[in-house]
């Protein structure tokens, strides 16, 4: 096998380790496989869009989400390091408006499987951070909403120092208690 799964607090929320085949030389390891990814975590999918983004310190990104075109998403840190959030937004569903930090980095090489249904976001905590993720649809910012990151509904332990630097659509994100759900 070759990634190495651990549930959250989210069960459908995963954190995969890819197997790692390192020498004096540097490192290897396939950052996906289809067949081991299904295999792994039983989710079968097909990732259509991979995207790349470079933040500094303390930039926060999210909570972001698509109520329809949800994407599911599996993330990684290429360099740098970030605290990576997920919400549960499926009003159905027993952890409703939970979430779960994990640290990605490059250096542990963790990916997190975010699966539809959820809102994403993450904040940077090293100097700068290359973030890459593939999704299973496409970008319709129509779409498109945004869950405000500081909510005290949800009340997400960030591990902020400071303000964080946020974008116009991450600053005006709505609260839970106003926000589109997963029916």
Same mark, same amino acid.
């Given at each position: 096998?070759? %990634?190495?799964?651990?549930?959250?607090?989210?069960?459908?929320?995963?954190?995969?380790?890819?197997?790692?085949?390192? @020498?004096?030389?540097?490192?290897?390891?396939? =950052?996906?496989?289809?067949?081991?990814?299904?295999?792994?975590?039983? *989710?079968?999918?097909?990732? /259509?869009?991979?995207?790349? =983004?470079?933040?500094?310190?303390?930039?926060?990104?999210?909570?972001?989400?698509? +109520?329809?075109?949800?994407?599911?998403?599996?993330?990684? *840190?290429?360099?740098?390091? *970030?605290?990576?959030? /997920?919400?549960?937004?499926?009003? %159905? &569903?027993?952890?409703?408006?939970?979430?779960?930090? *994990?640290?990605?980095?490059?250096?542990?090489?963790?990916?997190?499987?975010?699966? &539809?249904?959820?809102?994403?976001?993450?904040?940077?905590?090293?100097?700068?951070?290359?973030?890459?993720?593939?999704?299973? @649809?496409?970008?319709?910012?129509?779409?498109?909403?945004?869950?405000?990151?500081?909510?005290?509904? +949800?009340? +997400?332990?960030?591990?902020?120092?400071?303000?964080?630097?946020?974008?116009?659509?991450?600053?005006?994100?709505?609260?839970?208690?106003?926000? @589109?759900?997963?029916?």
């Amino acid at each position: 096998m070759s %990634y190495k799964v651990t549930s959250t607090i989210l069960p459908e929320v995963l954190i995969l380790e890819p197997k790692l085949f390192e @020498d004096e030389r540097g490192f290897f390891f396939e =950052s996906f496989n289809k067949n081991n990814f299904q295999q792994a975590t039983g *989710v079968k999918l097909d990732f /259509v869009q991979d995207n790349h =983004s470079r933040s500094k310190k303390n930039v926060l990104r999210g909570l972001h989400y698509q +109520i329809q075109h949800a994407q599911g998403k599996l993330v990684r *840190v290429t360099f740098g390091a *970030v605290f990576d959030v /997920v919400v549960d937004m499926r009003c %159905y &569903s027993p952890r409703f408006g939970k979430w779960v930090g *994990v640290e990605l980095t490059a250096e542990n090489k963790r990916q997190l499987w975010v699966p &539809s249904g959820f809102a994403h976001g993450f904040l940077v905590i090293s100097d700068i951070a290359d973030f890459q993720y593939k999704t299973t @649809d496409y970008w319709y910012p129509e779409y498109e909403r945004c869950l405000l990151w500081n909510d005290p509904e +949800i009340s +997400i332990n960030w591990p902020l120092h400071d303000k964080p630097k946020l974008g116009a659509k991450d600053n005006a994100g709505k609260k839970f208690t106003e926000a @589109d759900f997963f029916k």
